[in-house]
């Protein structure tokens, strides 16, 4: 079954100021989407093979170029193939952002709800959860995602927030919104659906970027941190404005943090 996740009905306004336009036409954006299917890979089958071998060395060498190379030398290929990345070592974290939104559908499972929503029945230990309760185990579910490069990931997010990146970086984390409201179940098609997915992108952001001076066993004070900015989370404004300090504070903060410490970035 095939469902569209954007109305249709108001233009994208709210969040033009906050996440660019891809030039989709909304009805079209999530056509892909189905249960019975996975989604299939942007990547082409060269490209995925060498960002994915990338991956093993990104604990030990960063999101480089020579993470790149020893991926395409793992894959099989010469080490000139990483000239398919022209945006070097950006490629890398956007494959690693993409393939981990995209993989929340297969490791979340909400029991009892035939399409990830919030339908009767589903629920953790005979207990229903509501669209919140799914929405903060989604978003946990993304940030350990980045577990195993947390210690790399101050240095992409400075990556990220260099002037050619933010565009696509903030593209990217309003698709993980839009993901993350689509599998807990929210079906709203009012003008919520805007303010709630700039709100949420920005918990987000704010989360994963706690999460990288996080020294707490196990995350334990991310999560907590996650569960206080869901609950001040009030409307549109704060929103926002969150997003637009995680573009000031990456940009500025972790870039001169990175920079005194030596790292050329």
């Not at 093979?49 to 990338?54: C, E, M, R, T, W």
């Not at 890398?92 to 029945?121: A, K």
Request: proline share 6%; aromatic share 8%.
């Amino acid at each position: 079954m095939t469902k569209s996740r954007i109305p249709t009905s108001s233009p994208l306004k709210l969040l033009q100021s906050t996440v660019p336009s891809r030039n989709i036409h909304p009805s079209t954006l999530r056509a892909y989407h189905s249960y019975e299917h996975s989604p299939p890979t942007p990547f082409p089958p060269t490209q995925n093979a060498i960002l994915s071998a990338s991956l093993a060395h990104v604990p030990t060498y960063g999101f480089t170029t020579t993470a790149l190379r020893l991926g395409a030398q793992d894959a099989g290929y010469p080490a000139v193939s990483t000239n398919l990345f022209p945006r070097g070592a950006f490629d890398l974290i956007n494959y690693h952002l993409v393939t981990q939104r995209l993989g929340l559908r297969d490791r979340v499972q909400f029991p009892g709800s035939e399409e990830g929503g919030s339908g009767g029945g589903d629920g953790i230990g005979g207990r229903r959860l509501g669209v919140g309760a799914k929405v903060k185990i989604l978003i946990l579910e993304r940030l350990w995602g980045n577990k195993a490069v947390i210690h790399r990931w101050q240095e992409a997010l400075a990556l990220m927030a260099l002037p050619p990146h933010i565009r696509p970086s903030l593209t990217e984390l309003s698709l993980l919104s839009d993901e993350l409201w689509f599998l807990a179940g929210d079906t709203s098609v009012d003008t919520s659906w805007y303010t709630k997915r700039a709100s949420l992108a920005a918990v987000y952001a704010s989360a994963e970027l706690f999460m990288t001076q996080d020294s707490s066993r196990g995350f334990v004070e991310t999560e907590r941190f996650l569960e206080r900015r869901l609950g001040d989370v009030r409307g549109v404004g704060t929103g926002l404005g969150s997003v637009g300090e995680w573009v000031s504070f990456t940009g500025r903060g972790v870039v001169n943090g990175l920079r005194s410490r030596g790292v050329r970035i």
